[in-house]
């Protein structure tokens, strides 16, 4: 459970991630900031290309130097200010403190080494454990993650396993070293619904377990009502709206999540002549990340769009307990039923 009373585990202020190209630079993550106490599963939801996976790389230091860097802001790890860390240190927090469940496992995972090979390798780097030691704690974890026999399945190799399998065993490997913090980066793309049900609750199950920290990444946002109790909306590299989920759900206050919501497939949709009403969707494209934009970055897709909007960004601001949103027309935009 949320320790409330608890000072958060992490703290990410004003985070900036830049990607360098022949384009221009690419402002990926403009000014986003949150906290996440521990015990906390923390939401992070958007469209494809608002920032999401860039600012779960940008915690890890991960963005490769090559393309891009964190260009301002802090983050900060039990009080601890990571972006000025060297690169053993990071390493030293990686996979031990700090782990991250990557999109598609196949890809994540090294298809010439065994499953079991993978988890003992990380455990005997952070924990010092002997190799006996270590592989009895990979077996452990297969186990934990309820796959099947995990004494065969420790010498089998990445494509020998399903996708739900690998996915259990990329959260195995996330959580073989006990982390604080657990980074869901898409825990449940590509696979059916049946297995991404049995994947949320295996990470809801070692949450309470372990006291774990998570931050869940996903476009989904029947999985932010399942798993998160705090939520975030970005859109084109900002944050604009967090709220407590269940507050969120109710009373959403940004047209961006708004359409968002608006867009999900619902069973109890009223009937039209007999028919179900064709889904919503957002009209236009996100903006270039290249250039500045003078107003706000979602005005040209948006119903509530004004003059001020257009020519002014809309800071983020406490519109109601525990609420943020980042809008000028947040009264036009409550007076409009969700239905």
Same mark, same amino acid.
């Given at each position: 459970?949320?320790?409330? !009373? ?22 990926? $993550? ?15 939801? *958007?469209?494809? *290309? ?7 790389? /940008? ?19 039990? *009080?601890?200010? !990571? @972006?000025? %860390? ?25 298809? $010439? !080494?065994?499953?079991? !090979? ?6 005997? &780097?952070?924990?010092?454990? /002997? =190799?006996?030691? #270590?592989?009895?704690? +990979?077996?452990?974890?297969? /186990? ?8 065969? &399945? ?13 996915? &259990? ?18 825990? @449940? @793309? ?22 774990? +920290? ?10 932010? #009502? ?9 859109? +084109?590299?900002? =944050? ?7 507050? %969120? ?8 999540? &708004? ?13 039209? *002549? ?46 109601? #307990? ?18």
């Amino acid at each position: 459970m949320t320790d409330q !009373l608890a000072p958060p585990i992490l703290e990410v202020e004003d985070l900036r991630t830049h990607f360098f190209t022949r384009d221009g630079v690419v402002r990926a $993550v403009n000014g986003v900031s949150f906290s996440l106490r521990p015990g906390e599963t923390l939401g992070i939801v *958007g469209e494809s *290309g608002c920032g999401k996976s860039v600012t779960a790389l /940008s915690i890890l230091r991960l963005i490769p130097r090559d393309l891009g860097r964190v260009v301002g802001g802090s983050i900060r790890f039990e *009080g601890r200010e !990571l @972006t000025g %860390l060297d690169e053993q240190e990071m390493r030293g927090l990686r996979g031990h403190r700090i782990s991250m469940i990557f999109q598609e496992p196949m890809t994540s995972l090294n298809p $010439v !080494l065994t499953i079991g !090979l993978q988890i003992a390798e990380n455990v005997q &780097r952070h924990l010092g454990l /002997s =190799k006996k030691a #270590a592989w009895d704690r +990979a077996v452990e974890m297969l /186990s934990l993650v309820k796959i099947a026999d995990p004494h065969r &399945r420790v010498h089998e190799y990445p494509h020998q396993l399903s996708g739900g399998m690998r996915q &259990r065993v990329m959260i195995a490997m996330a959580l073989s070293c006990d982390p604080q913090i657990l980074i869901a980066d898409e825990p @449940t @793309t590509a696979l059916d619904v049946t297995i991404q049900a049995q994947i949320l609750d295996l990470m809801l199950e070692l949450k309470e377990k372990l006291g774990t +920290a998570i931050i869940m990444i996903t476009h989904d946002l029947g999985v932010v #009502a399942e798993t998160c109790q705090q939520v975030i909306v970005m859109y +084109a590299g900002r =944050k604009v709206e967090e709220a407590p989920v269940e507050e %969120l759900f109710d009373r959403p206050m940004h047209p961006y999540t &708004r359409g968002l919501m608006a867009a999900v497939p619902r069973l109890d949709g009223r009937l039209e *002549g007999g028919v179900r009403p064709r889904l919503q969707e957002i009209p236009g494209i996100v903006p270039s990340l290249t250039a500045p934009l003078p107003g706000c970055p979602f005005e040209p897709r948006c119903a509530f769009s004004t003059e001020q909007c257009a020519r002014h960004m809309p800071p983020l601001e406490r519109r109601g #307990a525990a609420h943020d949103a980042a809008c000028f027309e947040v009264d036009r935009v409550l007076e409009k039923s969700l239905v």
